[in-house]
């Protein structure tokens, strides 16, 4: 199986400042990467696609990047509605393995 | 508007099977795979499987094999994750969520989560 691991698995920030959270995968994947937010008691919520793609409606905020075995997922400003839990997802190759998650809290 | 439905919560004692069900409305059925992904209290995401609504062929993590039954009806556009030999370990919320194709793209619609609880 493909493992994905996120860092930071936890991170505070400020309302403004700008977030990276990075993803590897210990084999490459290509661009098959996607990212999701999760707030408490919701279902996650795809915010990237093919590493790169922003889902239709995600605010231009977010952004990814990265292929192979390594990717990024940047907010540029952090709004108050940012703050949950983010995973990666790959999808190059089954089982479609999820990182562990970085949960990202207010300063 | 496009939506996935699961049915209500259950609690099952341990050594038993559950079955969840995930009714789809406002898109074409058959034009997108449906996946299983559960989240153990306070734990991540985890990928069981995926089903073609489709043809009905399915893969399943190799760690649910022998376990997890995923089938669909498109008669009512529904699909059911059926898992046996229940634990304690299986304590969880279980999504159902769709992809366009069975690789690359992510899932983009979700249903709201079921919640098994295994106890004695």
């Known amino acids: 199986d493909i493992q994905l691991t996120q860092s930071p698995s936890f991170l505070s920030a400020s309302v403004g400042d700008r977030v990276t959270i990075t993803c590897r995968a210990s084999q490459g994947i290509s661009s098959y990467l996607a990212w999701y937010q999760q707030k408490p008691g919701k279902a996650p919520k795809l915010l990237i696609y093919a590493a790169s793609t922003l889902q239709s409606g995600v605010p231009s905020r977010f952004s990814g990047s990265g292929s192979g075995t390594e990717f990024t997922l940047t907010i540029s400003s952090l709004q108050p509605e940012d703050f949950a839990t983010y995973y990666c997802q790959q999808l190059n190759s089954y089982p479609f393995t999820f990182g562990g998650g970085t949960k990202v809290e207010i300063k | 508007q496009v939506q996935l439905v699961q049915s209500g919560a259950e609690v099952k004692k341990p050594g038993a099977s559950v079955k969840v069900s995930c009714k789809a409305s406002?898109?074409?059925?058959?034009?997108?795979?449906m996946h299983w992904v559960r989240q153990a209290p306070g734990q991540g995401l985890e990928w069981m499987g995926i089903i073609n609504p489709s043809g009905g062929s399915t893969s399943y993590a190799q760690k649910f094999q022998g376990r997890v039954t995923m089938t669909r009806d498109t008669s009512t556009s529904t699909v059911y994750m059926e898992l046996s030999s229940l634990r304690s370990e299986d304590t969880a919320v279980y999504y159902c969520a769709r992809s366009p194709e069975a690789y690359y793209y992510g899932m983009d619609v979700w249903g709201q989560g079921t919640t098994v609880t295994v106890s004695s």
């Open positions: 406002g898109y074409t059925f058959t034009s997108y795979y």
